[in-house]
C-alpha cells in the first residue's frame, strides 16, 4: 500500500520562528489532508489540498502532486501551535471512498 | 450537528466484554469513516461507510469488530470479546461524498483491563 513519511520527527523551536513540515508519499493521490492534533487529542482539519497551494492565516500548504510531496508551513510560531501534524493521503478505494493513509507525524512544540 | 459526536469519551472495560461506540456526523455528510489511533501513531483506517453501507471494511482487524450504520447518519462500531490489544482511541470523521476536508470528532478512548 501506499506509503507517507513525515520530516522531522520532532521539531522544538521558540516563539516567534518560522517552520516547514515535510511529507512525502510514495504514489499518485487524489487526496492529501494536513492536520493538527491538539495535546487533548483533537484532530482538527488544516489544508485539503491535493495540489497547488494554499493559505490560511500564519499557515500555508504546498502540495507538489508529481513530485509526490507536500509541505506545511508555520510562520511567526505560537504556543499554542504545539502539538503534533499529521499528513494523510487519499488513495480511491470502493466506491469511490477516500480512505485516508496517515504519516506519523511531526511532533512540534513550540516553547515561550 | 455543527460538529462531529463522539460518545462515550472514555469507556473502561474488562477483558471478553462487548462494547458499543457511537458517532454522529455532521449533518448532511453521507461519507462516515472509523479510524482507530494507538498511542504515538497515526490513525489507522478502519471502515468506511457511503450511505448506510459499508463500503470498504477492510481495515477492521478482525471477526470481533463490526459497524453499522443503519439510517445512513449514526454509527456505531461494535467489538465483541475485547482484548486488551484493543485499547486505542477511536476516532470517527464525517466528509460530503467527493472527498474535500475530512472533520473528526473526539473520539472514544477504549481502555480493556
Known amino acids: 500500500g501506499i506509503q507517507v513519511e513525515q520530516s522531522p520527527p520532532d521539531l522544538i523551536l521558540q516563539e516567534g520562528a518560522n517552520s516547514t513540515l515535510r511529507c512525502n508519499f510514495s504514489d499518485s493521490v487524489n487526496n492529501l489532508q494536513w492536520f493538527h492534533q491538539n495535546p487533548w487529542g483533537q484532530l482538527i482539519n488544516l489544508f485539503y489540498?491535493?495540489?497547488g497551494t494554499k493559505q490560511n492565516g500564519r499557515l500555508s500548504a504546498t502540495t507538489v502532486a508529481t513530485e509526490r510531496y507536500s509541505l506545511l508551513y508555520i510562520s511567526s510560531s505560537q504556543t499554542t501551535d504545539s502539538g503534533v501534524y499529521f499528513c494523510?493521503?487519499?488513495?480511491?478505494?470502493?466506491?469511490?471512498?477516500?480512505?485516508?493513509?496517515f504519516g506519523q507525524g511531526t511532533r512540534l512544540t513550540i516553547n515561550p | 450537528g455543527a460538529g462531529v459526536s463522539q460518545t462515550p469519551s472514555n469507556k473502561v472495560t474488562e477483558k471478553g466484554k462487548y462494547v458499543e461506540l457511537r458517532c454522529d456526523p455532521i449533518s448532511g455528510h453521507t461519507a462516515l469513516y472509523w479510524y482507530r489511533q494507538s498511542l504515538g501513531q497515526g490513525p489507522e483506517f478502519l471502515i468506511y461507510?457511503?450511505?448506510?453501507?459499508?463500503?470498504?471494511d477492510s481495515g477492521l482487524p478482525n471477526d470481533r469488530f463490526f459497524a453499522v450504520r443503519p439510517e445512513g447518519s449514526v454509527s456505531t462500531l461494535k467489538i465483541q470479546r475485547t482484548e486488551r490489544g484493543d485499547s486505542a482511541v477511536y476516532l470517527c470523521?464525517?466528509?460530503?461524498?467527493?472527498?474535500?476536508?475530512?472533520?473528526f470528532g473526539s473520539g472514544t478512548r477504549l481502555t480493556v483491563v
Open positions: 470523521a464525517s466528509s460530503f461524498i467527493q472527498g474535500d476536508g475530512y472533520t
Open positions: 489540498i491535493p495540489s
Open positions: 494523510a493521503v487519499g488513495t480511491r478505494g470502493i466506491q469511490g471512498a477516500q480512505k485516508l493513509v
Open positions: 461507510f457511503q450511505g448506510t453501507g459499508a463500503a470498504d
